[in-house]
């Protein structure tokens, strides 16, 4: 099967930056999008960034100017590069990628277990 394995989060203070990173492993045969979601305690995950195979990328309108999204193909992996954070970027922060396994005719979604990122005011 489909892992996805999140790394980079931890906490920061206002201002500061983290860069995500989310490594997709097992019987891929292909990717199309990828993404990065988040959730904060009490609310409803949200899509922060978004690349397709041919990097268009789009943000929620939270981020913009302030993420950016990017992925490495060769390595089946993505990135979040987070700067300016905010305290109401706290969240735990989830991978997705829609990926077609060797055995399989169509991509399925994947998530990881997620990332915490805290930012301290």
């Known amino acids: 099967q489909v892992q996805l394995v999140e790394s980079g989060g931890g906490s920061v203070q206002s201002g500061g930056s983290l860069r995500l990173s989310c490594a997709a492993s097992?019987?891929?045969?292909?990717?199309?999008?990828m993404a990065w979601y988040r959730q904060a305690p009490g609310k409803q995950r949200e899509l922060v960034a978004h690349?397709?195979?041919?990097?268009?990328?789009n943000y929620a309108d939270s981020v913009k100017g302030r993420f950016t999204v990017s992925r490495d193909n060769a390595k089946n992996t993505v990135y979040l590069q987070m700067s300016s954070l905010k305290p109401e970027d706290t969240a735990t922060y989830y991978c997705?990628?829609?990926?077609?396994?060797?055995?399989?005719?169509?991509?399925?979604?994947?998530w990881g277990r997620g990332t915490q990122v805290t930012v301290s005011s």
């Open positions: 997705y990628a829609s990926v077609r396994t060797l055995t399989d005719r169509k991509h399925f979604p994947y």
């Open positions: 097992g019987r891929i045969f292909s990717i199309n999008d």
């Open positions: 690349i397709l195979s041919g990097d268009t990328t």
